[in-house]
């Protein structure tokens, strides 16, 4: 798919950013694209060269594709020339060949293989611009093994999760969904007392936040944050067990949170111990529906005054 294409004058980033020449891509055109930013592209420049690319932030909103200065000087370009582009989308993913060394490889080693298989693209990518620096088949290769038996061990160390009192994921997510159904069954009996109230602020969403905060430091790099502006890229960064399990925990905690709200505030307005049950009940089961219902009958019930924050 081409999402642009026509003539720029060829223009370099400033010194202290390579000095590579560039062409620029606006950001209304990058916002349209499939992954955004992510987008691995195909420009080809002069109708001739052809090469596989990502977007780079310009620093202005806007982004380029860096253009290397082998193709200029082939082109017989200089700067503020005119060139001839067209920018289409990858239909890999990828977007970069798999060197044949690391193809063989990954043909031969199937725990190889597999590592490499459960990798993001970004860390792909990764390995293949480093091994394609190498010249030596050697050291190539001594590389790639290195490379994958580390992402191997963090990718075990994230499934069994290194959390304290916890022998894996699976063991902390059975926990603190019973951590937060007795929670949840405290507030339904007594959903009228500030004492339990209090109890689930100062202690179960504390002990619940205490334990988020620790998952969000272990499990999320920096340059995760990307992955949370496309929706694929979010459905990338949940497949490992300890980011899932992160955002259970921030799902456990916030509803349970309007679940005291709610419990606090209809109280104070004097609706029947017997009906807060029922807003508890469905926010417990689907949050925002829970919230949503209880809104309403407050706004029944106050004819139409809003909520505090």
């Known amino acids: ?13 400033q010194h202290n950013r390579g000095g590579f020449y560039y062409l620029e891509v606006d950001a209304k ?12 592209i195909i420009c080809t420049l002069e109708q001739t060269h052809k090469l596989r690319c990502g977007l780079n932030h310009l620093g202005d909103g806007n982004f380029y594709v860096l253009l290397a200065q082998r193709h200029i000087k082939t082109l017989n370009k200089n700067l503020h020339d005119l060139i001839a582009f067209k920018l289409e989308v990858d239909p890999d993913p990828l977007g970069v060949d798999i060197p044949e060394v690391l193809e063989e490889l990954l043909h031969q080693d199937s725990e190889a293989r597999n590592t490499f298989n459960h990798l993001a693209n970004s860390r792909k990518r990764t390995l293949i611009h480093s091994i394609n620096r190498v010249k030596n088949i050697d050291i190539q290769v001594r590389q790639i093994l290195d490379f ?18 916890f022998e894996s994921a699976e063991s902390a997510y059975s926990f603190f969904n019973a951590f937060a159904f007795f929670a949840w069954l405290g507030l339904f009996i007594a959903p009228h007392s500030e004492a339990v109230r209090k109890i689930l602020v100062n202690l179960v969403l504390l002990i619940f936040a205490g334990c988020y905060a620790y998952l969000l430091i272990t499990t999320f790099q920096l340059d995760s944050v990307a992955d949370f502006s496309t929706l694929k890229g979010l459905q990338a960064l949940f497949s490992d067990e300890q980011a899932v399990l992160a955002g259970w925990l921030h799902y456990l905690a916030f509803d349970l949170l309007a679940g005291i709200t709610i419990a606090r505030d209809a109280s104070k307005l004097g609706f029947s111990r017997y009906l807060i049950p029922v807003f508890l009940l469905f926010t417990f089961m689907a949050g925002p529906l829970g919230w949503l219902l ?3 009958a407050r706004l029944i019930k106050t004819r139409g005054a809003l909520m505090n924050a």
Do not use: C, I, N, W
């Open 1 to 13: 798919m081409t999402f642009q294409s026509g003539e720029q004058p060829l223009r370099k980033l």
């Open 29 to 40: 055109t990058v916002a349209q694209l499939p992954e955004k930013h992510k987008t691995r």
């Open 148 to 165: 994958l038996e580390e992402e191997a061990h963090q990718m075990h160390k994230r499934k069994t999760t290194d959390m304290p009192f």
């Open 294 to 296: 209880y809104f309403v």
